[in-house]
């Protein structure tokens, strides 16, 4: 298979973990030029030179993509040392489920979830905009969620940030085509990542959940307990229940891995076997 990857200079939000942190390593590894930004500046670093000493080309800056200026200086860090930004992955993202009756509890990881996940990706779009139209081409990736699928329960907030990401980027699309090409990735759930420690009231889940909700909920106490069928783990397995964070990653460099001209426009990422209904 050709590789597209190869050369390309790509910008990674939260970069220092997750999801990021993997499409990085596996960026890197097809040849990829790498920028991290990470709002932990420290572990961004520390995933950067992790690559750099296994051979690959990255670096990293510390970045609150909650502010325009510094998204603005990390690309223009991608640009300074690497000549261009090709992509821009607009990875970091927070998610607090919670029902409108937890929003004493709830509402400043409300807000931090508006900041992030719609500022954050507007902001990462801007920042990429001028150098990718002045290059006249660029490839724009933004991490929704099957949430922004559908309003549910226990969702308000995350459901509405993963929406208007949906919108703008296809809106981003529509506005310069033929000059940026815009990717949605929609994970289904991925218990494995840290996404899951934002979440302020678990039983919020249920609304991605329904009727399945007592059988998951099992599923991830038996996960917890190693008491869950080594089968149901095994992706060659057609009941695969539970995604692993690296087929987030695969699906992004897949996105990447296109010639120019093809454009991905949104890849749903679930386990065959998994419980959500969205």
């Not at 400043?108 to 996940?117: E, G, S, V, Y």
Request: charged share 15%; net charge negative; aromatic share 6%.
């Amino acid at each position: 298979m050709t590789n597209h990857v190869e050369g390309k200079s790509i910008v990674i939000t939260g970069g220092g973990g997750g999801f990021g942190k993997l499409v990085a390593e596996k960026a890197a590894a097809l040849g990829a030029l790498v920028t991290l930004g990470d709002i932990d500046g420290a572990a961004a670093e520390a995933v950067a030179s992790a690559i750099t000493a296994s051979g690959g080309k990255a670096q990293a800056r510390a970045t609150d993509v909650t502010d325009l200026a510094q998204c603005q200086a990390l690309v223009g860090q991608a640009v300074s040392a690497y000549g261009r930004i090709d992509v821009m992955v607009n990875n970091a993202g927070t998610m607090p489920l919670a029902f409108f009756s937890d929003h004493e509890a709830a509402y400043p990881a409300w807000q931090r979830c508006i900041d992030i996940n719609i500022k954050g990706v507007l902001n990462g779009m801007i920042a990429a905009y001028d150098p990718m139209i002045q290059q006249a081409r660029g490839q724009v990736i933004n991490i929704s969620s099957i949430y922004g699928n559908f309003p549910v329960v226990g969702a308000a907030v995350y459901g509405a940030s993963k929406a208007a990401v949906n919108v703008m980027g296809e809106s981003l699309r529509l506005e310069s085509r033929g000059k940026i090409k815009v990717t949605t990735i929609k994970p289904t759930g991925v218990p494995a990542t840290g996404l899951s420690a934002s979440v302020i009231n678990p039983a919020a889940s249920v609304g991605i959940l329904g009727q399945n909700a007592p059988e998951f909920m099992a599923m991830v106490e038996a996960m917890k307990g190693g008491t869950l069928p080594p089968e149901r783990l095994d992706p060659q397995n057609i009941d695969y229940a539970s995604l692993a964070p690296e087929h987030i990653a695969d699906a992004v460099i897949h996105a990447i891995n296109q010639p120019w001209g093809v454009s991905l426009g949104e890849i749903t990422v679930r386990a065959a076997g998994d419980h959500f209904i969205l």
